[in-house]
């Protein structure tokens, strides 16, 4: 059974650091591609980074580059996302996902976390 555990999220102010981490199990890691999506209360799903099976290849949402890192480690079977100068406008729930195959920027990823709360007030 596939399961993709957030954490590291919670309640900071605008400007702080996170650091969301994705713990994986139930699969082979390095056969699949991840992602991190967000939801803000009221809004769709929306996508904010991807990354290859060997990290080679990164992709950000506009809003978030130069701010986020997306990151993974394939002999811990964990996803990172280190999020710096947090505006209140990242507010949101982040999750975390996967897929087999490349790295996209759809939301069309197989499985998913239950996701982690992110609130960044001004």
């Known amino acids: 059974q596939v399961q993709l555990v957030e954490s590291g999220g919670g309640q900071v102010q605008a400007g702080d650091s996170l650091r969301l981490s994705c713990a994986v199990s139930?699969?082979?890691?390095?056969?699949?591609?991840t992602g991190w999506f967000r939801q803000a209360p009221g809004k769709d799903r929306e996508f904010v980074s991807a990354?290859?099976?060997?990290?080679?290849?990164?992709y950000y949402a506009d809003s978030v580059k130069g701010r986020f890192t997306i990151s993974r480690d394939n002999a811990k079977n964990m996803v990172y996302l280190q999020m710096n100068s947090l505006k209140p406008e990242d507010t949101a729930v982040y999750y975390c996902?996967?897929?087999?195959?490349?790295?996209?920027?759809?939301?069309?990823?197989?499985?998913w976390g239950q996701g982690t709360q992110v609130t960044v007030s001004s």
């Open positions: 139930g699969r082979t890691f390095t056969l699949y591609a």
């Open positions: 990354i290859s099976q060997s990290a080679a290849t990164v």
């Open positions: 996902a996967m897929k087999p195959g490349i790295a996209t920027t759809s939301p069309r990823y197989n499985y």
